[in-house]
């Protein structure tokens, strides 16, 4: 499955912004998907996930409660609408996506096998 991530932008402080993870190749709907991000000169960190049903999702709690992580797979997209956003929200954000049920460990980058080349997202104060 290949993925591609977009939606990325300059937004400021408390605005909204969704990102989407359009998704092509094999059934979508099989595979569970996360999003990832980067801030600069620091590890790529989780925040969310969604099951293949989109019955199931998880958060790390940095965004959990301003970010919702939803899936159409009509459209075979994905999407992370993140809410009161701050420049600690500030990084290059990656879709990922794994055959099956979201991992027992969401958050660990070796449970994708797939990933999109990132979509950057600045939060201005």
């Known amino acids: 499955v290949q993925l591609q991530a977009s939606g990325g932008g300059l937004v400021q402080a408390g605005d909204s912004l969704r990102l989407s993870c359009a998704a092509s190749?094999?059934?979508?709907?099989?595979?569970?998907v996360g999003w990832f991000r980067q801030a600069p000169g620091k590890e790529r960190v989780f925040a969310a996930a969604?099951?293949?049903?989109?019955?199931?999702?998880e958060y790390s709690d940095s965004v959990k409660d301003r970010f919702t992580i939803t899936r159409d797979s009509a459209k075979n997209t994905a999407y992370l609408q993140m809410t009161k956003m701050t420049p600690e929200d500030t990084a290059v954000y990656y879709c990922?996506?794994?055959?099956?049920?979201?991992?027992?460990?969401?958050?660990?980058?070796?449970?994708?096998?797939?990933w999109g080349q990132g979509t950057q997202v600045t939060v201005s104060s």
């Open positions: 990922a996506a794994t055959f099956g049920a979201i991992p027992v460990v969401p958050d660990s980058i070796a449970n994708y096998d797939y």
């Open positions: 190749g094999r059934a979508f709907s099989g595979y569970a």
């Open positions: 969604i099951s293949g049903s989109g019955g199931r999702t």
